[in-house]
């Protein structure tokens, strides 16, 4: 797009993010993918139907939100178009800019790296239970900080990279398209019996969806942190996803520290492979490096923005 609407939104959420009292009022735009994913899930993945008709019945609720989803978007795109002209843009980033959350992620993790610093580690188990699925309950200072790095790192692409990536390339409908595939993916996208026919569409289309992102990601990181190569190239496929281990190696490189290996979910342990080389001893001032890396990341988006605008 030959406009400013990447770089605008990216201002607007830089400055004023999805406050909590808009959030408590009105809640979220994605509450609406939720309730409708939902909604889907509970005619659609009874138990008593075969896999095969589950999985059926899951792309065809990927189809049906995909395609309200963009249809909203590309209708409420051209409207603005059509009734301001040359200033739609302005309009089109405010409907675009509550789908990044760089300043949501920086507020999340802030809390954590700062409850640590206090010694307050009961403080630092709950704030770090608001932005991760592992239990937390034993979890030591390492711990925390390490999760906290990591899901930092990893939602930098869901919830950073990825946004930006489409709502650069295909404006209003390719952003909440993107939000709205996500959003499917986060609450029916799982390996667990009761997921795995119902959600194989959510999940695939989300790995789709984020293989350019999460290498963008990865690439920033690197760049923002002056290392994390070797790493990230050695390590990003050791994750579960065949995404979100970019990110996150890209990271542990940068740091120096060795992220994910054993968690726990729900009272059950799980030997993940660790990912990277350095320390597992990270702490609050390890988190501070993240937040920095982050950021700077962040600002090399802007950077990508702003080139495109010109060029464009």
Not at 111 to 127: K, S
């Amino acid at each position: 797009m030959a406009d400013p609407v990447t770089l605008a939104a990216l201002a607007m959420d830089a400055a004023i993010g999805w406050p909590d009292a808009l959030y408590r009022r009105i809640g979220h735009p994605v509450g609406g993918f939720a309730r409708l994913i939902d909604w889907c899930e509970r005619h659609g993945n009874r138990p008593t139907r075969s896999a095969g008709l589950r999985r059926m019945l899951g792309v065809a609720t990927m189809l049906l939100l995909i395609g309200l989803t963009a249809g909203i978007a590309w209708a409420a795109q051209a409207m603005l178009v059509a009734w301001i002209g040359d200033c739609a843009w302005i309009g089109i980033a405010l409907l675009a800019f509550p789908a990044l959350a760089q300043r949501s992620l920086n507020d999340h993790v802030r809390p954590v790296q700062q409850a640590l610093e206090r010694g307050d580690i009961a403080e630092a188990r709950h704030a770090v239970g608001m932005i991760v699925g592992r239990d937390t309950g034993a979890l030591n200072s390492a711990g925390v900080s390490r999760a906290a790095i990591e899901s930092l790192s990893e939602s930098f692409c869901d919830g950073v990279a990825a946004p930006f990536f489409w709502l650069l390339l295909l404006g209003l409908p390719g952003v909440w398209t993107y939000k709205a595939i996500n959003t499917a993916d986060s609450l029916i996208g799982h390996r667990e019996d009761r997921w795995r026919a119902f959600g194989w569409a959510a999940a695939r289309i989300d790995d789709g969806a984020n293989l350019i992102p999460a290498r963008l990601g990865g690439a920033l990181i690197c760049i923002a942190g002056a290392g994390g190569w070797r790493i990230m190239r050695r390590d990003a496929r050791r994750h579960a996803s065949p995404n979100a281990g970019w990110t996150e190696a890209a990271m542990a490189g940068a740091l120096g520290l060795k992220l994910a290996g054993p968690v726990s979910y729900d009272g059950i342990a799980h030997a993940k492979p660790w990912i990277g080389d350095g320390r597992t001893d990270a702490g609050p001032a390890d988190i501070g490096r993240a937040l920095i890396v982050y950021r700077r990341a962040c600002l090399l988006l802007w950077l990508i923005a702003a080139g495109a605008w010109i060029i464009g």
